[in-house]
Nanobody
Framework: QLEFVESGGGLVQPGGSLTLACAAS????????LGWFRQAPGKEREGISC????????YTADSVQGRFTISRDVANNMLYLQMNNLKPEDTAVYYC?????????????????????WGQGTQVTVSS
């Protein structure tokens, strides 16, 4: 099963942008679905954007729709999350994960509670 190392987090002002990166331990195409999740203080982990490697279908949570974009670099086994117009409520630790079955929507909506090789994540703090 793939493991990931997340990076790119930091402190940013509201309205700012960040790009998160996720380095995979192997070939990202070995997984069917890749996704970004986040966990805010005192809240459960939630899926925010997931991509199906087979057909490219992307699911994005309503809370970040139009602001966050998931992408992948297959040649370098990297997953990215471009985050624009950041809001204080985006403050969280961000993680990436992979699944071998299902759909991008299923992974994002239900995958947070399933077992994954969660990495250390990368902290994003949005504050003025």
């Amino acid at each position: 099963q793939l493991e990931f190392v997340e990076s790119g987090g930091g402190l940013v002002q509201p309205g700012g942008s960040l790009t998160l990166a996720c380095a995979a331990s192997g070939f990202i195409l070995d997984a069917k679905i890749l996704g970004w999740f986040r966990q805010a203080p005192g809240k459960e982990r939630e899926g925010i954007s997931c991509i199906n490697n087979a057909d490219g279908i992307i699911y994005t949570a309503d809370s970040v729709q139009g602001r966050f974009t998931i992408s992948r670099d297959v040649a370098n086994n990297m997953l990215y999350l471009q985050m624009n117009n950041l809001k204080p409520e985006d403050t969280a630790v961000y993680y990436c994960a992979a699944e071998g079955t299902g759909t991008s929507q299923d992974m994002c909506v239900s995958g947070a509670s399933r077992r994954h090789n969660w990495g250390q994540g990368t902290q994003v703090t949005v504050s003025s």
